[in-house]
C-alpha cells in the first residue's frame, strides 16, 4: 500500500492534477478551472455594474439635494436682497427714480414686519445687518453651488486657452469677494 507523503518516493512521473469538481446540491457546477475562471469573471462583472448602480443611484440622490438646498437658497437670497436693497433707499432716491419708489412698496406689501423692523430706530441697523450678513452667505453657497457651470459658460466665450477658467480659480474669486453685497 502506498501511502499519501510516499508518493514522490514511489512514482517516477508527476502526480496528476485532479479535476476540480464543484457540487450544489450534489449537481456538477464546474468540470475544470477554465471554467471556474469564466464564472469568477463573470461574477465580479455582475458586481462591478452593481457597484456603478449604486454609485450612481447615489450621485443621483446627492444632487437632488444639491438642487432643492439650491432652490432654498435662492429662494432666500431673493428674500434678503430685497429687505437689503430696501434699507439702503433714501427719502431723496425714492423721490428721485418713481421705479425705486414702486420697488419699496412692492417690498412693504410683500413683507410688512421685516420692513417694520426695518424702521425701527432701536432694531433697524441690528436687522439691516443680519438681512447683509445672510445676502452674503447665501450668496458665497450660491456662488459655490454654481461655480461649474458657471466656469463652464466662460470659458464657452474665452477666445484662446490664456483666458480660460478653473472651477478652482472661480471658487478662489467667489471666497476673495465674499461679502459680495451690491444690491
Known sequence: MIRAFDWPYHMTEPRPKPKLK???KGQSVMDSEAQLKTEIDRIEAQIGLLR???LEAEINALQAR???IHEVITDNCEYSDDLVW????????????PRA????????MMYPEEVCKIK?????????????AHLAFYRLVTGLIEADDTVEDMNGYA???EEQMTVEDMIRDICDEYPQLDT
Open 86 to 97: 430696501y434699507a439702503r433707499k433714501s427719502p431723496h432716491t425714492l423721490q428721485a427714480y
Open 159 to 161: 477666445s484662446d486657452e
Open 120 to 132: 425701527d430706530p432701536i432694531s433697524g441697523d441690528f436687522q439691516h445687518g443680519w438681512n447683509s
Open 52 to 54: 456603478k448602480a449604486t
Open 66 to 68: 444639491l438642487d432643492r
Open 101 to 108: 419708489a414702486e420697488q419699496c412698496s412692492r417690498i412693504e
Open 22 to 24: 464543484l457540487k450544489f
